[in-house]
């Protein structure tokens, strides 16, 4: 494994500035911003388009309300984009008796790593605002009219072999009995799958993540990825 050194890098700063997200469903507008607002995004405006849909600007957290940063775009999955999806889904036979054996694939890979594709990702500096944020999207799953069933949520808790972490993570009403690992130490990882939002060549949904990085460790799940 090769880790990049910092020393010889431009003084000047960047960083990570928006991304635009889509929802599927026109009339689910509504629905993927209180997904996005349940997830802990802060819109800061919406706006109706003249095909009915609406876009929206959310910020990862109320600090980048005026910033050009920290910025989730969200609107409808533009037509044509839209078309070409349509085209895949019926040249591949799209949840078909004869659908293409590369969409089972890809599901068997999402289902067994949320990351496998492509995701978005927060991290939070608060574990007990991650486990609320769960918490709250598990009920959501479960009793919400227009959310149920809609959300398919997975966690990944941070390796063992650090007592107090793992103390911690024991204890945890969200991780306490999660067998899932992250790729790292010292944080933990949920993900929200959900048909919501969609991406991926088949525009069939798309994953939220949340992590937190336990404080002190130089190495953790975000610095280093471990195999
Ligand atoms: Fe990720």
Redesign the pocket.
Known sequence: MSVAPTAALPASRRTMGHVALHYGQKEEASLAARLLTTTGYVETQSFPLPDGSSFYRFVVDRHHHARGDGIVFLSLLPPAQAAVVDAARAALGFGTADEHPSIAGLRAAIDAD??YTF?L?VLLDSLEELERVVEELQRLNRDDPEMKGRLKITMNRARRGEPAVDARLDASPVFGDVDRYCYGRAGV?A?IETDILVAGPLADSM?L?L?YVFPGHDSHILSVVES
């Open positions: 949320p990351e995701h990702g990882q993900f994953v993540e992590d």
